[in-house]
């Protein structure tokens, strides 16, 4: 028989979404009626930009004429789409990068776990915890940590707890590590990071040789013009950072598919005794194991830079966040202790009473029928906390504060 690849075996069997999916479904049984409201699962619920579907659509009808049909296209994606991000994302923000040091792909989550592709086993690696449980996940799967114990954490991984205890900063780590993620806002906390704190991990990175592997998935959502919306803003950070970054969540591109890797031409690795670019490396993963995001989908992608696309987006990330406000708000009202949705589409919640994340998970759901997503399921840290995404209709999410506020 085939061997199969044994590290999968030490993920956790219970996994969370598929776990939340298996308690609605028990409850909407015995419940037939229930009308419930999904607040649970991070995913975009408005329609996609205007500009981006026209886009689209005249980059089909190209594709059916004899001069603008296209084949395969760059694995490292259009030099247009490049060009437009490197000016609109990082140019125009004081950042020096270059469309060549973008890389345009499908997802932030399969390059997030990609990039392990190019980096060493030996690495001694940093999460915060609660954390994006896929940076975690990957690490397992690919034979770099050992086994998980009772609280879900994994031998050889390192843990940075970011809780209301240390004001959801992740604190710069006394011992040293080889790559540390970091995701800022993050998610599931909906902290961010200021300024300083990101000097601070830049200047620790510098010192010990590590590489910061930084999620910007949400920077759209900063409205507190102080927070960096890249660690490329941070002086140095050229020699010591990658950035993922996605149109999933400010473009609602999450079922269209596109997003990008910055990966600075000055940044270095070692094998043995000699230094390696890790853009060379990168760029050679990609053309042998990837071959580009589809055409139209990248003139969609495009489309997010032009002004109409501009105003459009900006519309889209203000009504998710005019939704946080009021879960904020309402939350805060009905006496919850609520951190996040100032800056981030997550509310980050304290249960109530020293409950357990899935305690109220299940109060919530009977109470209510609103579903929630535990906040242990994102870490051992995330233990006692709840977290409510924006991501939902104005209606749907004013109906759920009702209910919510009707508890007590
Ligand atoms: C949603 C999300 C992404 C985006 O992933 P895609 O694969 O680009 O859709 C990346 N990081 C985090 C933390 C997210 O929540």
């Given at each position: 028989?085939?061997?199969?690849?044994?590290?999968?075996?030490?993920?956790?069997?219970?996994?969370?979404?598929?776990?939340?999916?298996?308690?609605?479904?028990?409850?909407?049984?015995?419940?037939?009626?229930?009308?419930?409201?999904?607040?649970?699962?991070?995913?975009?619920?408005?329609?996609?930009?205007?500009?981006?579907?026209?886009?689209?659509?005249?980059?089909?009808?190209?594709?059916?004429?004899?001069?603008?049909?296209?084949?395969?296209?760059?694995?490292?994606?259009y030099e247009w789409l490049r060009e437009s991000i490197s000016i609109h994302d990082y140019l125009s923000r004081g950042c020096e990068i270059s469309a060549e040091e973008i890389f345009i792909s499908d997802g932030s989550k399969c390059d997030s776990s990609n990039i392990l592709d190019i980096l060493g086993k030996e690495n001694r690696i940093a999460v915060t915890d609660p954390v994006y449980p896929v940076y975690v996940d990957t690490n397992v799967m690919t034979g770099r940590t050992g086994e998980?114990?009772?609280?879900?954490?994994?031998?050889?991984?390192?843990?940075?707890?970011?809780?209301?205890?240390?004001?959801?900063?992740?604190?710069?780590?006394?011992?040293?590590?080889?790559?540390?993620?970091?995701?800022?806002?993050?998610?599931?906390?909906?902290?961010?990071a200021t300024r300083e704190q990101l000097v601070s991990w830049v200047k620790y990175a510098k010192e010990n040789n590590s590489l910061i592997l930084f999620d910007a998935a949400y920077e759209a959502f900063i409205k507190d013009d102080s927070i960096p919306h890249s660690i490329f803003e941070i002086e140095g950070s050229k020699d010591c950072a990658i950035e993922f970054r996605s149109f999933s969540k400010n473009a609602g591109f999450t079922g269209t598919r596109c997003a990008f890797t910055v990966i600075p031409k000055s940044l270095k690795g070692k094998a043995g005794s000699e230094e390696v670019d890790l853009w060379s490396l990168w760029n050679r993963r990609q053309s042998t194991k990837f071959n580009g995001v589809s055409y139209v989908v990248q003139r969609g992608a495009e489309a997010v830079y032009t002004k109409e696309g501009q105003k459009q987006i900006k519309k889209l990330v203000s009504f998710y966040m005019d939704n946080a406000q009021i879960i904020k708000s309402d939350l805060t009202t009905a006496g919850f202790e609520v951190f996040g949705a100032i800056n981030a589409p997550y509310a980050w919640i304290k249960t109530p009473n020293k409950m357990s994340s899935w305690d109220f998970f299940d109060f919530l759901l009977e109470k209510t029928n609103v579903v929630g997503t535990p906040g242990s399921g994102f870490g051992a840290a995330g233990e006692g906390y709840f977290r409510l995404s924006a991501f939902n209709s104005r209606e749907n999410v004013e109906k759920a504060m009702q209910r919510i506020l009707k508890l007590n």
């Open positions: 028989m085939v061997q199969v690849n044994a590290d999968y075996l030490k993920l956790k069997a219970g996994y969370l979404f598929p776990e939340i999916s298996r308690r609605i479904k028990e409850f909407v049984s015995k419940n037939p009626n229930a009308d419930l409201i999904r607040l649970g699962i991070g995913d975009v619920t408005e329609p996609l930009p205007l500009a981006c579907r026209e886009a689209m659509k005249a980059a089909i009808e190209e594709m059916g004429t004899d001069e603008g049909f296209r084949g395969y296209g760059p694995e490292q994606g998980a114990n009772s609280a879900g954490e994994y031998k050889g991984l390192s843990y940075i707890p970011i809780n209301s205890g240390n004001g959801f900063e992740a604190a710069i780590p006394k011992e040293k590590f080889d790559l540390i993620y970091l995701c800022f806002p993050n998610n599931p906390t909906g902290a961010v």
